[in-house]
């Protein structure tokens, strides 16, 4: 490993720009000093139990209370142009962790890809209407396309391939922007929280999904290159908060398929975090198969595997997310 050590950076999306600019893995390294107190927390050898993976201490967040508050619902967005970066796993697992914390939640699934809807069971080619329908069908209402799940108080709006054609057709909508966020306008007053899972673009249906969210979460695979695609993220979300939703926030940004054993995972979210600082979120989820077979079984890690380490990580990821959005 090399042993330079970076500048920091003003902000976090200079320190980006610097990342972008020197492609050299060594620019988003940082020394073995700056690294050392991930590496107390990771290290077997070394273990510091006081601090997370992120080098910080660990917040002691308690068991949620129920919801008392009638608001709407929050809409949260999980966004990475990057693919297979774990936007779907999180959507899934984190919609099932924030149901067993009793809160009423949709999930949305925003990607022709349908992996949201597979996830959870079904057969994409069995469901009609869709997301697609609701977006784009005058006449088809929200509820109308709504499924239950397996898990109490998770419902979803599922995708297939149909929804593929949706991007060209906004085109020629009138506010082409808002058509998601006028689609789930009337769900607000059912859910306690709504989670749109994006396809990896940052096109007009990506665009859509910020345009109707209160807050963003960026999950980003623990791993040199998840680092340049963030700024261009950060971009676009820049450009919706001033032209569409100046109300949009970043919630935090989630490290997935971490691997404390390995220097490079370590180092990759040490240097998210002096980017970032707290955006950054405590919870950091591991590198397991667990998910992937969770995901062959059609359902939640939670429910597969309950007592896992992956299902209690979105637990706390759950908890986490409820402290920053003191609405949902
Ligand atoms: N923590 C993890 N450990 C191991 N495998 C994981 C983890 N999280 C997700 N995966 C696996 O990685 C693959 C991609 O994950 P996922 O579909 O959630 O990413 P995505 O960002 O939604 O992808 P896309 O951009 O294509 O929609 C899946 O096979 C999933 O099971
Ligand atoms: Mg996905």
């Known amino acids: 490993m090399s042993e330079q050590t970076v500048e920091a950076p003003s902000s976090p999306v200079d320190f980006y720009n610097a990342a972008v600019e020197d492609p050299s893995p060594a620019s988003a390294m940082v020394s073995t000093s700056a690294v050392s107190s991930a590496d107390l927390a990771d290290d077997p050898a070394r273990p510091d139990p006081a601090l997370g993976p992120t080098g910080r201490p660990r917040p002691h967040l308690p068991a949620p209370q129920p919801r008392t ?32 914390f009793g809160r009423k939640v949709l999930l949305v699934d925003f990607d022709p890809q349908a992996s949201l809807t597979i996830g959870l069971g079904f057969n994409p080619n069995d469901l009609d209407p869709t997301i697609y329908h609701v977006m784009m069908q005058r006449g088809v209402e929200f509820n109308d396309a709504v499924i239950e799940t397996d898990i109490p108080g998770l419902h ?101 398929m971490y691997d404390g054993r390995t220097l490079h995972s370590r180092e990759v979210l040490s240097t998210l975090v002096q980017g970032w600082g707290d955006s950054v979120f405590h919870t950091v989820i591991r590198r397991t198969v667990k998910f992937s077979e969770a995901t062959v079984a059609g359902e939640p890690l939670s429910s597969y595997a309950s007592g896992s380490a992956g299902a209690d990580a979105y637990r706390e990821l759950a908890k986490e997310v409820l402290a920053r959005c003191p609405d949902a």
């Not at 142009?81 to 959507?91: I, L, W």
């Not at 859910?191 to 345009?211: E, F």
């Open 69 to 100: 508050r009638q608001s709407d619902a929050v809409i949260i967005a999980l966004c990475n142009q990057k693919g297979g970066v774990g936007k779907t796993t999180t959507a899934i697992n984190l919609g099932a962790c924030l149901a067993e």
């Open 156 to 256: 979803l709006i599922p995708s297939n391939i149909d929804f593929a054609g949706a991007e060209m057709q906004l085109m020629n909508e009138v506010a082409r922007e808002q058509v998601l966020a006028r689609a789930l306008a009337p769900a607000a007053a059912s859910y306690d929280v709504i989670l749109v899972d994006c396809q990896p673009s940052l096109g007009l249906l990506t665009v859509n999904a910020l345009a109707a969210a209160a807050g963003v979460i960026i999950p980003l695979e623990c791993e040199y290159f998840a680092l340049r695609g963030v700024a261009l993220l950060h971009g676009t979300i820049e450009k919706v908060q001033d032209r569409l939703n100046p109300d949009l926030q970043i919630i935090g940004l989630l490290g997935t």
